[in-house]
């Protein structure tokens, strides 16, 4: 993992803000089955011509600002037209993914995982979704009031932590911490299944303890938390359930929130897991090799809107075991080099 994640959410913000005029919108009930799967150029890397829709996640955080980019980028530079959308993601994402309401989504690289071998939220219903890209990492941001008391996992014993968002990949990991921290997340945490906007308004309020957050650097809720409570509020280490974070999935791994990203006095150890942007199988070859070549190709318009896709790399793009790389994105990140 690189170090040199210095940011400032300035650019963030004006840019998610510029972007999310253009680019969000609702859901839709059906996306177009000429984009998904059929049409002239779906076995090239020439996107066809269609409607396509992406579920991205909590309004104040990375999916959200990159998935109104990306949107931005499909509709600029090919025929098919694309929306995104807030959602509670990864869990979700999937699921509806799989439902055809969502043609691309964005998911931690744990909750894919469970997806795509059955287990966790997915337990016997294994999701037929490959990835596009693993792209940038999001960090588990584990955020306490001081005055809780609060200096470890161990420590959430019968507190106020907000979980986040449900069917989120941010609840699945935090259930994962609790868990190996010896707890029972449906009995030993007083557990506030909270998007992000409604966990920092708590943090505020006094009405939470702490909470759990997954997500890019820097995510704009977490500025604005870290901003408006300055030392009322400190990171927690959660670097010693590692291990066996490990053993529930290998794709954790250590990393550290930069002071600068946050303005904190020291640098913050934390867990990470990459993130992939997943596609349904029957996506058409064409499509597939388009949106990523794509991605790759203006990276730098996606670091204009959140210095997170500064990440983005053809080299590791490739890495998203177990889910498989489409047929299409593996055509597209083998001519990148």
């Not at 959308?85 to 043609?103: F, H, M, P, R, W």
């Not at 998911?107 to 990835?131: H, I, P, Q, R, Y």
Request: proline fraction near 4%; include cysteine; hydrophobic fraction near 40%.
């Amino acid at each position: 993992m690189r170090h040199s994640r210095v940011r400032t959410s300035v650019i963030a913000v004006a840019a998610t803000a510029a972007l999310a005029l253009t680019a969000c919108g609702g859901k839709q009930d059906r996306t177009s089955d000429t984009a998904a799967s059929g049409g002239s150029g779906a076995d090239s890397c020439t996107a066809t011509a269609g409607q396509i829709t992406i579920a991205t996640g909590n309004s104040t955080g990375v999916y959200y600002a990159l998935g109104g980019g990306l949107a931005q980028l499909i509709s600029t530079n090919t025929d098919l037209k694309a929306t995104a959308a807030e959602t509670g993601a990864s869990v979700q994402n999937i699921q509806q993914l799989v439902d055809k309401k969502y043609d691309i989504a964005f998911s931690l690289a744990d909750t894919a995982a469970d997806a795509v071998t059955g287990k966790g939220a997915f337990e016997g219903k294994k999701a037929d979704v490959k990835a596009l890209a693993r792209i940038y990492s999001n960090y588990t941001q584990v955020v306490v009031s001081k005055k809780s008391g609060i200096t470890k996992v161990e420590d959430f014993k019968g507190k106020r932590i907000s979980t986040g968002s449900p069917k989120s990949g941010t609840e699945v990991i935090a259930n994962r911490l609790i868990e190996a921290a010896g707890l029972d997340p449906a009995k030993d945490v007083k557990a506030q299944r909270l998007d992000l906007t409604k966990t920092v308004d708590g943090m505020k309020d006094g009405s939470i303890d702490g909470l759990v957050w997954s997500g890019g650097l820097p995510t704009g809720g977490i500025t604005d938390l870290m901003t408006s409570m300055g030392d009322q509020v400190q990171f927690v280490d959660i670097t010693p359930l590692l291990p066996k974070l490990q053993e529930a999935n290998p794709v954790y791994a250590e990393d550290v929130i930069p002071s600068a990203t946050y303005k904190t006095a020291t640098d913050a150890k934390t867990v990470v897991v990459p993130n992939l942007l997943l596609v349904r199988s029957d996506m058409s070859e064409g499509n597939a090799c388009a949106l990523t070549k794509l991605i790759f190709d203006k990276k730098s318009d996606l670091e204009k809107v959140h210095p997170a896709a500064k990440d983005l790399d053809p080299a590791t793009a490739k890495e998203a075991d177990p889910v498989e790389l489409h047929p299409g994105s593996k055509k597209a990140l083998d001519g990148l080099g």
